[in-house]
Nanobody
């Protein structure tokens, strides 16, 4: 079974930067989109950013201009560069992979990002 392995989370001061990475344990058949979601305590999971096979990226309004998603198609690895971090960015960040064939969705185990002074 494919697993998405995330790394790069941690504790950072407000205004700082972190870079998250996500790589599948093996090649994913039918992969067409990779994305990042996040979930803060007591809140629903929300989509942060996504990127297609062709490099088309989208961002939630609350991260536009601060977060940047990129993808290495050869490695099926997706990155999330997070700049100008704010305390409200504190959450568990989850990697997501969408496919055109079943099971259609893969999720990582999550990585904690804490923004605090």
């Amino acid at each position: 079974q494919v697993q998405l392995v995330e790394s790069g989370g941690g504790l950072v001061q407000p205004g700082g930067s972190l870079r998250l990475s996500c790589a599948p344990s093996r090649s994913i058949f039918g992969l067409n989109e990779m994305a990042w979601y996040r979930q803060a305590p007591g809140k629903e999971r929300e989509r942060v950013s996504s990127i297609t096979n062709y490099g088309g990226a989208s961002y939630a309004d609350f991260v536009k201009g601060r977060f940047f998603i990129s993808r290495d198609n050869a490695k099926n690895t997706v990155y999330l560069q997070m700049n100008s971090l704010k305390p409200e960015d504190t959450a568990v960040y989850y990697c997501y992979a969408g496919t055109t064939v079943a099971p259609y969705n893969y999720w990582g185990q999550g990585t904690q990002v804490t923004v605090s002074s």
